[in-house]
């Protein structure tokens, strides 16, 4: 099966850690990203890569890191300088610079921090 | 500064009603726009994706439309199901880069 994967679906940690919450994708895809969910927000773009070893800040970006060495995975590392860490995290892939830029999400990772 | 609102946040609906849900956007240079679907819990599904040169697009009983100049996408769900039940979420993506750029939803519930 095509698609994008995230894990873990839950995530728990105690305030002060860094955490890395991983995203891979099968599709092929030039392009990925990260969002954050908060109740009764908008989704957020906190980084995004349109190829391999290169990415731009979102609109959130501070307290946040990516990389993307391999076409496929896009991993984000929250950091002990994110203020707010707590919310739901969604990662996508698209196909890049196309008429039909269509985005496909993953399932989601719910990070709770305490 | 692009800002995408949607109207209304929140819609109950008996099974079997048309509904219209809206999405209006500040800046009228966009690249696309998408509607997708977000059950409870989930990620995103994509419905729809509308290119900015296209004045609607059609899957289904889900029709949504786009006017560029008005700033303003609509999706149109024909025979509503209780299956429906979901919060609808518009996003515009930018002209010069691949940014999207979301509303904040409309949760839509549809009863028996």
């Known amino acids: 099966d095509g698609g994008i994967t995230q894990s873990p679906k839950y995530l728990f940690r105690k305030e002060g850690q860094n955490v890395t919450l991983s995203c891979e994708q099968n599709?092929?895809?030039?392009?990925m990203y990260w969002y954050r969910q908060d109740p009764g927000q908008g989704l957020r773009l906190i980084y995004y890569s349109q190829i391999v070893n290169d990415f731009q800040k979102g609109d959130i970006a501070e307290g946040y890191s990516v990389s993307r060495e391999k076409k496929e995975s896009f991993p984000l590392t929250v950091t002990s300088a994110q203020k707010n860490p707590t919310a739901f995290y969604l990662c996508?892939?698209?196909?890049?610079?196309?008429?039909?830029?269509?985005?496909?999400f993953g399932p989601g990772t719910r990070l709770t921090v305490t | 500064k692009q800002e995408v609102t949607q109207i209304p946040a929140a819609l109950s609906v008996p099974e079997g009603e048309n509904l219209v849900l809206n999405c209006s956007f500040t800046d009228s240079a966009i690249y696309n726009l998408q509607w997708f679907r977000q059950d409870p819990g989930k990620g995103l599904t994509s419905l729809l994706l509308?290119?900015?040169?296209?004045r609607e697009q059609t899957s289904g009983r889900l029709n949504a439309s786009l006017d560029k100049s008005s700033g303003r996408s609509t999706l149109y769900i024909a025979a509503s199901q209780p299956g429906d039940s979901a919060t609808y979420l518009c996003?515009?993506?930018?002209?010069?880069?691949?940014?999207?750029?979301f509303g904040t939803g409309t949760r839509l519930q549809v009863f028996p």
């Open positions: 996003a515009v993506q930018l002209g010069d880069t691949d940014k999207l750029i």
């Open positions: 509308i290119q900015s040169s296209q």
């Open positions: 996508a892939s698209s196909k890049g610079r196309t008429d039909s830029d269509e985005q496909y």
């Open positions: 599709l092929n895809h030039d392009a």
